[in-house]
């Protein structure tokens, strides 16, 4: 059966400084996977997707993320964090597009000023 | 462009009784995704919906149900509810089946069951 572990329950980073969001998945072979973030005001929203192809993926709001099979880890990143990217965070896995999709319990960003 | 729309914004139900969750997808879109956000179980895959059939279903069960109208619109039906079904309710939308669409949400339907 496929799961996704985020370790860091909650993490709070200084406006400004890099951003770097752990993500690890178990499953069979090589999976679809996703990162989505949730804030009040603007619900959920896909931020990037990986089927295939580049490890390295870019999405919305400058964050990318890198699918590393060798450690099961598609971690999320983003290189200057700003107070807007204040939310909630969930890595999922899939078997193949956005069906039978597995969600991880979420990371709870905090930005400082 | 309108976004993906849900109705209502929130419900309350006894236990017992039935829910009907609405969802309007982008104009355009096919295909239709169900989600439940229960406070400690978090985002769970309920259902998803292509071209008017249900084409998957996560592990809820059979009383969650639903279906997809020729527009393209869906209804989450919840029969005999349950305490346990409190939940955000969450509804996406790609443009087609396909693998490589970007999924976009609604606003989502908070179920309240007392």
């Known amino acids: 059966a496929q799961s996704v572990t985020q370790p860091d329950i909650h993490i709070t980073v200084s406006e400004g400084a890099s951003l770097e969001l752990r993500c690890n998945y178990s499953?069979?072979?090589?999976?679809?996977l996703f990162w989505y973030v949730q804030s009040p005001g603007q619900g959920l929203q896909l931020l990037l997707k990986y089927f295939s192809g580049d490890t390295l993926v870019q999405g919305i709001k400058g964050f990318e993320a890198e699918f590393k099979r060798s450690q099961s880890s598609f971690n999320l990143r983003k290189p200057s964090v700003h107070w807007s990217d204040a939310a909630e965070y969930f890595c999922?896995?899939?078997?193949?597009?956005?069906?039978?999709?597995?969600f991880g319990t979420g990371t709870k960003l905090q930005v400082i000023p | 462009e309108a976004g993906v729309t849900q109705s209502p914004t929130h419900l309350i139900k006894t236990r017992g009784q039935q829910a009907t969750l609405r969802c309007s997808p982008i104009s355009g879109h096919t295909s239709v995704y169900w989600y439940q956000q229960a406070l400690g179980l978090g985002l769970q895959f309920l259902l998803w919906?292509?071209?008017?059939?249900?084409?998957n279903r996560g592990n809820f069960p059979p009383r969650f149900s639903g279906r997809q109208f020729p527009n393209y619109s869906s209804e989450l039906n919840v029969n005999a509810l349950e305490l346990e079904d409190s939940a955000l309710y969450l509804c996406a939308s790609t443009r087609s089946g396909q693998d490589g669409d970007t999924q976009y949400f609604g606003p989502g339907t908070r179920l309240t069951v007392l």
């Open positions: 919906y292509d071209e008017g059939e249900e084409r």
């Open positions: 499953y069979g072979a090589t999976p679809y």
């Open positions: 999922a896995v899939a078997p193949g597009g956005y069906q039978k999709v597995t």
